[in-house]
């Protein structure tokens, strides 16, 4: 029976000559065009990718305090609800307080921007450089035609329609990124028990508690960013009962939420500040403006250092470097997790290859 369905499907020719040029160069092509597809729907998919990572991070980050409430007897399950409940809290805290001021100081600012530009040409220097510049004038120039024949209503509506986008994939991918921060943080310590059983039983141990140290560490970061960012916005909270700024609550939740967006979130911040005391006046604008950089380099070269150097035993020089080249490499979600990666990094090096090397 076999031999029959062997001639009848044709016998088998010679075998593929590997060697021909042919052959060759169709499975060099072949394996050029794979690597193509391949890289372009890794850059099709770059977005998912950063946000699983991001989840990822916000799990390792929230585990600390997950294992905090489990040693207080609370089920893994029950000590997730109960730190999402919080987040959620926090979110719609921050919607309900910061919201509303955000629209009334925007309008406050809108119409107290030309008393400001006049305020600001009457002073000297200022004067001299839009001499030079011509800085006041055009910026006069602009808010005039803004304001007239009706084109503010048109660019209104063109940045509301712009606005409205930006926050319903803002808050498509925030929903996202909780759902996934969800499942990690619900299946981290088995997700991370399947993936140690790839490695040999023998060292197994070993590679075990050097994994669990590095989740560590990641939570010891989160954690202490939270407290930096807390330090700022009491900060800003103090400074804005100073100078009698409106809503002060709510410009101390937005500088707490920049607080969390590395390198730049304090240039955020900053600037906000900066315009919500100019709305009251220019010197209130411009003490507001020194008071926050006077902040901020504290914190960057003493408060930072120290906190890292103690959390996650990385030196401040290391802090600084690994986010400013995190955040070139991969932006915002780079910034995030430099740091962690470099304390991460730092631990092998101690534990794994030092010893090592220490032997020869």
């Known amino acids: 029976m076999s031999h029959e369905k062997r001639e009848e499907f044709g016998v088998a020719g010679a075998p593929i000559n590997r060697t021909n040029p042919f052959y060759f160069g169709f499975v060099a092509t072949l394996g050029a065009l794979l690597a193509i597809v391949l890289l372009r729907a890794l850059a099709s998919a770059s977005q998912i990718f950063i946000i699983i990572l991001l989840a990822l991070y916000l799990a390792m980050g929230l585990n600390p305090a997950v294992e905090a409430l489990r040693k207080r007897g609370l089920s893994r399950a029950s000590a997730v609800g109960a730190i999402f409940v919080g987040v959620l809290a926090f979110v719609s805290f921050f919607i309900a307080v910061v919201i509303p001021p955000v629209i009334s100081q925007g309008s406050s600012l809108i119409n107290s921007a030309p008393g400001l530009l006049k305020d600001l040409e009457s002073h000297p220097l200022i004067a001299d450089l839009n001499s030079q510049f011509g800085i006041i004038d055009t910026l006069q120039t602009k808010l005039a035609e803004v304001t007239s024949d009706g084109s503010l209503i048109i660019s209104a509506f063109g940045g ?94 937005i500088v707490l939420v920049c607080g969390f967006i590395p390198l730049i979130g304090h240039y955020i911040g900053g600037t906000i500040v900066t315009l919500i005391a100019l709305t009251q006046s220019l010197l209130f604008g411009v003490i507001a403006f020194l008071a926050y950089v006077i902040y901020v380099q504290i914190e960057n070269y003493v408060v930072t250092p120290r906190i890292m150097k103690r959390a996650l035993n990385v030196p401040g020089a290391v802090t600084i470097i690994a986010a400013l080249l995190g955040t070139s490499l991969l932006g915002l979600i780079g910034g995030l997790l430099a740091v962690p990666i470099a304390a991460s990094i730092i631990l092998i090096l101690e534990e794994v290859v030092f010893p090592q090397t220490d032997k020869n």
């Open 160 to 253: 509301v329609i712009g606005v409205g986008k930006t926050v319903l994939s803002g808050a498509f991918t925030a929903i996202t990124v909780l759902i996934l921060t969800l499942y990690f943080i619900i299946g981290l310590p088995q997700a991370t028990n399947f993936g140690l059983r790839f490695v040999p039983a023998t060292r197994r141990d070993r590679v075990s508690k050097l994994t669990f140290a590095i989740i560590a560490r990641v939570g010891s970061f989160v954690g202490s960013q939270i407290a930096i960012a807390f330090m700022a916005s009491i900060f800003v909270l103090l400074l804005s009962f100073a100078l009698g700024l409106p809503s002060p609550f709510a410009i101390a939740m």
